[in-house]
């Protein structure tokens, strides 16, 4: 069978990104692809961020909801947006004729969201489709700025609004893969006139899809365009999904908390996930199931750093597309991939804003449906429980709360337990993960990593282990969250594994697929 490389890419722009360094995403990352290296380019990015996503576009639009919804007025947060969004066009779009039109498009979104907005007022009350279209327009201006800001700089583009794409009259309550099978042929629709077009034209689309079933923030949450730009990868059966990120990849820790973490080639997309759960925002967890499913990789790379090698995210022991089964015969890779695994660690990572629930039955023994009902009166306020410890009569939960929503919350919620039993709960708590897929010396490397914690004086308020031992994870104070990071990089991460060529593998892998005639 001869398998054809479809040279499409997809490229996604996190929020910070594009507030921070547009050009250089033009210019030497888009137009790098398109040109240099002779790519079918896609570009998806995310609502801008003048600083941090905390203060960006999304989570002003949202905080319009709120006031809307509260029947207070929005007019300052909706004109701070807009003035940012305009400002920047003054600031970036040399051609006047392309920046009246980018302030002309700008005002109209933006006007539209206050329509929307002011009868949201009117009833007191924001519904999840309301929401979503609101949200939209940070993607909508986003993409609005790139769209026109590479159109300025001599590289064709085209704005691709998503907020439609689902038929209006499409009404389901679950979401499953026959929803994302049908976002996916959406999304086909959509980019074929790109695919047959004669001429380059980047499609630059809206990392907000809609409308989906219960809004888009109850169904995927935050961070929602990793999954958008994973799914348009699907639709154009891309070679590669780029994340581009302001760190050089993924690394064995924050490198901004842990100075000697080192950047990793390759890890799976099981390790990811566990690292964004907990605490390390490298990608969406929904992203990987759906590039993984059509055997496309992932590579983590830096708008900062656009020649570095990044991280590639995929499973370590799956074929790639257009291989039914790994490349025979074997000799056509190098030994080195069939080589021992990395056995230890992969990376470490923590989260603070912790709160360790703890409760003791007042049964004597654990009742029928006791942990039911914990759960149930949790899940009522929409509490997320992130590790779990029990025994006969006691259970002992840490859960994020990271925010005023969240302690209120968990007030009401510690409340209506009262009734199962005894409650207390330790606040200023954080988690400590280690995360590996290859953790095979499994008990091991938790003896060394409590031992490390032991020796820092640092106190274990509970301990937990994944069931498939890719973590172990336990809370401690978020006063010893550092050191606890540190000590534990030092004791297990610091040094290279003694064989590190697992870690070029997957590399390795996709270049000599490339050249294969499978
Ligand atoms: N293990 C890790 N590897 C890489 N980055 C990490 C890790 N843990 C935490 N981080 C942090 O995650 C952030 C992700 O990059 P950034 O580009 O800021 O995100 P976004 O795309 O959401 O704007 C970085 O600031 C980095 O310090
Ligand atoms: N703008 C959305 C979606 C998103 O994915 O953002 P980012 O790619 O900047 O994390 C958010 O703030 O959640």
């Known amino acids: 069978m001869t398998y054809q490389l ?5 490229q996604k722009f996190g929020g910070t990104s594009v507030g921070k360094f547009p050009v250089e995403i033009v210019d030497e990352i888009i137009k790098f692809y398109t040109t240099e290296a002779g790519n079918n380019v896609a570009v998806v990015c995310s609502a801008r961020s003048s600083y941090t996503k905390a203060e960006g576009t999304t989570s002003r639009l949202l905080r319009c909801c709120d006031l809307a919804s509260q029947e207070l007025d929005f007019t300052e947060v909706i004109e701070a ?12 779009i040399q051609n006047p004729v392309l920046q009246t039109k980018l302030i002309a498009d700008t005002n109209k979104e933006l006007d539209l969201v206050v329509r929307y907005l002011e009868a949201s007022k009117v009833l007191g009350e924001v519904s999840a489709r309301t929401s979503d279209l609101v949200m939209a327009c940070g993607e909508k201006l986003s993409c609005l700025f790139i769209a026109s800001l590479c159109n300025d700089r001599g590289c064709k583009a085209q704005f691709v609004d998503l907020t439609h794409l689902l038929p209006s ?4 309550s679950v979401i499953d893969n026959s929803f994302y099978t049908l976002l996916v042929e959406c999304l086909k629709n959509k980019l074929k006139p790109f695919v047959n077009s004669k001429e380059r034209i980047v499609p630059l689309l809206t990392g907000f899809f809609g409308l989906v079933p219960n809004g888009l923030l109850n169904a995927v949450g ?7 730009a994973a799914l348009i990868a699907v639709a154009l059966n891309a070679d590669e999904l780029q994340v581009w990120k302001e760190v050089d990849g993924i690394f064995t820790a924050d490198p901004r908390k842990v100075p000697q973490a080192r950047l990793l080639n390759s890890v799976t997309p099981e390790e990811a996930a566990e690292l964004t759960y907990y ?15 059509a055997k496309i990789p992932i590579r983590i790379k830096n708008v900062q750093n656009p020649k570095g090698e990044g991280t590639v995210i995929y499973p370590d022991d799956m074929a790639k597309r257009g291989e039914s089964t790994p490349p025979h015969p074997p000799e056509a890779l190098s030994q080195s991939f069939f080589e021992k695994r990395r056995r230890g660690a992969t990376a470490i990572t923590t989260k603070n804003d912790i709160v360790v629930l703890n409760i003791h039955s007042n049964k004597k023994t654990l009742s029928h449906g006791f942990l039911a009902q914990i759960f149930t009166i949790l899940d009522k306020y929409k509490l997320v429980v992130d590790l779990i410890s029990t025994s006969e009569v006691h259970v002992s939960m840490a859960l994020p709360i990271p925010d005023a929503d969240s302690t209120r919350a968990l007030k009401l919620a510690v409340e209506k337990l009262k009734s199962l039993g005894t409650v207390d709960i330790i606040r200023k708590m ?7 897929k290859q953790m095979k010396q499994f008990i091991g490397i938790a003896g060394s990593m409590f031992t490390t914690l032991a020796e820092n004086n640092i106190n274990i308020e509970m301990i937990s282990q994944g069931a498939n031992e890719i973590n172990i994870s336990c809370v401690i104070d978020e006063a010893n969250s550092l050191k606890a990071l540190k000590s534990i990089h030092g004791k297990l991460l610091d040094e290279k594994p003694p064989s590190n060529s697992f870690e070029h593998a997957i590399n390795e892998r996709l270049e000599q697929i490339k050249k294969m005639d499978l």
């Open 222 to 228: 935050r961070g929602y365009t990793d999954l958008c």
């Open 279 to 293: 605490g390390s925002e490298v990608i969406h967890p929904f992203t990987m199931e759906q590039v993984i499913r």
């Open 81 to 92: 947006v807009r003035q940012d969004h305009v400002q920047n066009a003054e600031i970036h």
């Open 430 to 436: 954080a988690i400590v993960s280690l995360v590996g």
């Open 169 to 172: 009259d499409y009404n389901v």
């Open 6 to 10: 479809s040279n499409w890419i997809v």
